[in-house]
């Protein structure tokens, strides 16, 4: 019941494209649900995060979309970019500020 | 503001021998956590630290590694002996009050022979 299920594993995307990554939750004590964009060899750091009294947030390029019913969210990035290629971890945190689950990532490559 | 920062970057050892890692969080944050971060997986939270005192450490092999906070500043986590399974990268990450948002460093990448 503690699982982020995440969708797909791996992703090429055309540069200019849309890339949409999908993550699925059971816990209803989730409250706070972000994702992070992980480079080779760097810490993840944190692109958008949503909590569930909205459907909708978009920051510039990036939306995350959240379905309470279904227990579901996607993160869309629109135009997507050669330098957007990354491995994007989808999170759900069931305590204010309390430890993150993650789920398993998702490898983006963006080609040219 | 200077970010996370961790040491060593890398550190190679051979089984059963001792290793640790030393986190700095960023100024002012008072809640650390530790993260492991296997190959191709998303990182899973080892201990939390509400200033010196560990809130969270259910999740830590006591066994075989342990980790404190003095001063409710710096931390270090320690395993001891180290198993071929201990090979991951180590996150360490702070957090201010009661925000959400957790700020990760670079990780210590961890290979054990």
Redesign the interface.
């Known amino acids: 019941q503690q699982q982020v299920k ?1 969708s797909p594993q791996s992703l090429i995307v055309q540069k200019g494209g849309i890339s949409i990554i999908n993550c699925a939750y059971e816990n209803t004590a989730f409250d ?1 649900f ?1 994702w ?1 964009q992980q480079f080779p ?6 692109l958008i ?1 949503i909590r569930p009294d909205v459907s909708e947030k978009k920051e510039g390029r990036f939306t995350i979309s959240f379905n309470k019913s279904a227990k579901q969210f996607s993160l869309h990035i629109m135009d997507s970019q050669p330098g957007d290629s990354a491995t994007y ?1 989808c ?1 759900a ?1 069931p305590d ?10 998702t490898e983006l490559s963006v080609k040219p | 503001e200077a970010g996370v920062v961790q040491s060593p970057r890398y550190k190679i050892i051979e089984k059963k021998q001792p290793v640790a890692f030393w986190c700095n969080p960023i100024s002012g944050h008072n809640t650390l956590y530790w993260y492991l971060q296997n190959l191709g997986q998303g990182p899973e939270l080892l201990i939390r630290y509400e200033n010196e005192e560990a809130v969270d450490d259910s999740q830590l092999p006591k066994d075989r590694f342990s980790a404190e906070r003095l001063k409710g500043v710096d931390s270090t986590l320690k395993i001891q002996p180290a198993e071929l399974g201990d090979s991951a990268v180590y996150l360490c990450a702070s957090r201010q009050g009661a925000g959400n948002e957790q700020f990760f460093g670079p990780g210590t990448r961890l290979t054990v022979l």
């Open positions: 995440q706070y972000p992070y060899g760097k810490g993840p750091a944190l995060a971890f999170a945190s204010q500020g309390g430890k993150l689950i993650f789920g398993q990532g």
